[in-house]
């Protein structure tokens, strides 16, 4: 047992790498859609490439999809909103209206003609005149509100705004029976309220007109416009069903093809009616596949799925191996492989919105971000082969996608400046539609027959791929990378550890813009990420702030506390500017991929002055070389390995006596050359004709440094 525990924990990560590789793929197969694919590829406008075909079953010729819309919209045009009548609203405001009339009728006869309530009903038989008036009114009235609310006053809301403006019928529905109705029959509340009292106007005038004024005055007091009311309501559910009704009696189909009939031939152009006949077979087709044959149909995706993973698994070895040797940064690939086709899977089953707008750009961006244009170039091209399975017009979409994918690396050179991804977006939107527009025009032939639709799809892929900014913080966080955002940040010398690096030990602070400046250039010419190692450079020896004083780039007082010491403290001093800077990057969150170059920037070399005058001081006695050797580990990265030769190349030359070209050109080869020969490279992804042009680099650098002046005359 203890065998097999040791055996585990020594392949605990191959183990760990595999077992991510395979979850994804299982993963993956798990949510493909379990439909089989029709064996041929076909265009419109393009030749039929295949052998005659010939209809192998009867099946309905499906109309397109603008076929459909057209249908639709012509439908949906002619629906009428459909309105429910409310019969008991008249009772309600009918009484209401003769309680309100009588009311304010009694206390006018009491107060204008000063009798007691019980002295009215007398009063109104001695006054005929004026009791025939009052029921001629009441006649009158009720009559209005009697037409008023049988013609109907219609509920205000959206929808009713939108009918009277655009002089739509409505169906009033009574007693379950439908009648069509135009605008001008049924009455909105302002025209219900001016309805009423212009009659009653035009009824005061007619009436009352050799009458007292205070009568007049009295019918024009009243109040009308509470028993204005709607009795007309919007029945939406109802309306919806007869929208469904409608939508659902549209045939999807306009004939059939019968089995063994001629459908095209070899060399045929496929034109539109052609084209609709292949697409119907298609169909067809894979509906017919998905309720059989299940289990081959889930061998073959198998086949399919657990190929293209381990494609990336076996690119992953051979050209990024320390990818593989790291679980997260493997996650952090397969996650976005499988994120991608989850996003398409659900897109196309829900089809809420076009498969256009899928930002199938972002992936190759963020790998280029974090890592190079070739892995990024690489998993993009595996994920449109996925998603090609099951991808309406796969060729379409591969090509497509695929060019945009290449044009969207090669575009994004620097993303530390905000403009850059605003000007990828809109390339990819441009490359988008011109690459759709030329497929268009071959497909169809006609400009106007083009679907323009797509390009406001495309516009909307354009605004995700700005989410990207967003995302690379999330990943950054999750994954423990660094962006050349937060990379441009980091190496801005306002820095509150780099601020305090100047104020403390001002000549290291000095020393590390040389070392980046010569590092920045090597890079630059050698192939690399240069603003991590110009980054790196900046924060390589920030351990010197523990005991500034013990390094002479900060001795000014001509006082060495070395002097003071024996050789082996003096080193382990020097040496333990490594370890401490370790760990003042950690207490302030530096990114790991920093704290790389602090602690690789000596490697496994030996602090060598304390050690040579130790052995010229005590020739007799074997020196413990452990105590004089850094602890490494080597640099393992170009950059790395290009600091490490900045760093002692700039340190060397500062001790030189003359600054010639010969003496310059000496330094550089000798202490370049020692580290090749301690083997400080054996780690690192660099070639000696890398070597070759970084000496040449930092020698044309140190020239320029230390060029010669002119004498100026006293």
Do not use: C
Not at 79 to 93: E, G, I, T
Not at 442 to 457: G, H, K, L, P, V
Not at 561 to 584: K, W
Not at 678 to 689: L, M, P, V
Request: proline share 3%.
């Amino acid at each position: 047992m203890d065998k097999y525990i040791k055996l585990f924990k020594r392949h605990y990560n191959s183990i760990s790498v595999i077992s991510l590789f395979l979850v994804t793929a299982l993963l993956i197969l798990y949510i493909l859609p379990r439909e089989g694919k029709f064996r041929y590829e076909f265009q419109r406008g393009r030749p039929w490439m295949h052998e005659t075909l010939i209809a192998p079953f009867n099946f309905p010729i499906y109309k397109s999809e603008s076929e459909l819309n057209a249908e639709r919209d012509s439908v949906l045009a002619d629906l009428k909103q459909y309105y429910q009548y409310d019969s008991l609203v008249f009772d309600s405001v009918n009484s209401l209206f003769h309680n309100y009339l009588g009311s304010r009728w009694l206390t006018f006869i009491v107060t204008h003609y000063e009798i007691s309530e019980d002295q009215y009903n007398q009063f109104m038989e001695e006054n005929q005149d004026i009791f025939l008036l009052m029921n001629r009114f009441t006649s009158f009235s009720a009559g209005l509100l009697d037409e008023l609310y049988g013609r109907g006053i219609i509920q205000p809301g959206e929808v009713t705004d939108r009918v009277i403006s655009k002089g739509e019928p409505i169906v009033i529905v009574r007693n379950n029976i439908g009648d069509i109705t135009s605008p001008e029959t049924f009455f909105s509340q302002k025209s219900a309220y001016e309805f009423i009292t212009s009659n009653i106007n035009e009824w005061i005038w007619s009436e009352l007109s050799e009458k007292p004024l205070y009568l007049v005055d009295f019918f024009r007091s009243l109040e009308y416009s509470e028993f204005v009311v709607p009795n007309l309501y919007h029945d939406e559910a109802m309306t919806e069903r007869v929208r469904q009704s409608l939508l659902n009696d549209i045939s999807l189909a306009r004939g059939m093809v019968q089995s063994g009939e001629r459908i095209v031939s070899k060399g045929d152009l496929i034109t539109g009616d052609v084209f609709q006949i292949l697409e119907s077979l298609k169909r067809e087709y894979e509906t017919r596949l998905r309720g059989a044959n299940l289990n081959l149909i889930l061998l073959g995706q198998f086949i399919l799925v657990f190929s293209l993973v381990i494609l990336i698994y076996l690119f992953l070895y051979h050209f990024r191996r320390e990818i593989l040797n790291d679980s997260r940064k493997t996650l952090f690939i397969l996650f976005l492989l499988f994120l991608m086709v989850f996003v398409s899977i659900m897109i196309i089953r829900f089809g809420i919105v076009s498969f256009y707008i899928v930002p199938f750009a972002i992936v190759p961006i963020i790998i280029r971000t974090f890592y190079d244009e070739r892995l990024a170039l690489f998993v993009h091209t595996i994920i449109l082969l996925l998603v090609g399975f099951f991808a309406p017009n796969s060729f379409e979409f591969v090509f497509l996608n695929f060019i945009v994918g290449i044009v969207a690396i090669f575009s994004l050179s620097n993303l530390y400046r905000r403009s850059k991804l605003f000007l990828t977006a809109v390339i990819i939107v441009l490359s988008y539609s011109l690459l759709y527009f030329g497929i268009a025009i071959i497909q169809e032939r006609n400009i106007a027959s083009i679907d323009s639709i797509n390009f406001a799809w495309f516009g909307g892929n354009g605004l995700l791929v700005l989410m990207t900014y967003p995302l690379l913080y999330i990943f950054e966080k999750t994954f423990g990378f660094v962006s050349d955002s937060t990379l441009m940040e980091l190496s801005d010398t306002n820095q509150p550890l780099l601020r305090k690096l100047a104020e403390e030990a001002p000549g290291t602070f000095q020393h590390s813009m040389q070392v980046a400046n010569l590092a920045e250039a090597a890079i630059y010419e050698i192939g690399g990420n240069s603003l991590l190692v110009r980054t790196g450079a900046l924060y390589h020896d920030i351990g010197k702030m523990s005991n500034p004083l013990y390094f002479i780039e900060n001795q000014h007082t001509g006082y060495n506390p070395h002097n003071s010491l024996e050789f082996e403290e003096s080193g382990q001093v020097i040496i333990s500017h490594v370890i401490r800077g370790v760990e003042l990057a950690k207490k302030n969150n530096l990114p790991e991929q920093i704290i790389d170059f602090i602690r690789t920037h000596h490697g496994t070399t030996r602090v060598q002055y304390f050690y040579r005058s130790y052995l010229q001081k005590y020739p007799d006695r074997e020196a413990d070389i452990e105590k004089y050797t850094y602890p490494g580990p080597k640099p393992y990265s170009r950059e790395t390995a290009v600091l490490m030769m900045a760093d002692s190349v700039e340190a060397a030359s500062r001790s030189l006596k003359e600054t010639t070209l010969e003496t310059i050109d000496e330094l550089v080869e000798s202490i370049i050359n020692n580290q090749l020969h301690d083997e400080q490279f054996s780690n690192s992804d660099i070639t000696f004709r890398d070597i070759t042009k970084i000496k040449e680099v930092y020698k044309n650098k140190l020239r320029n440094i230390y060029h010669g002046r002119i004498e100026y005359p006293k």
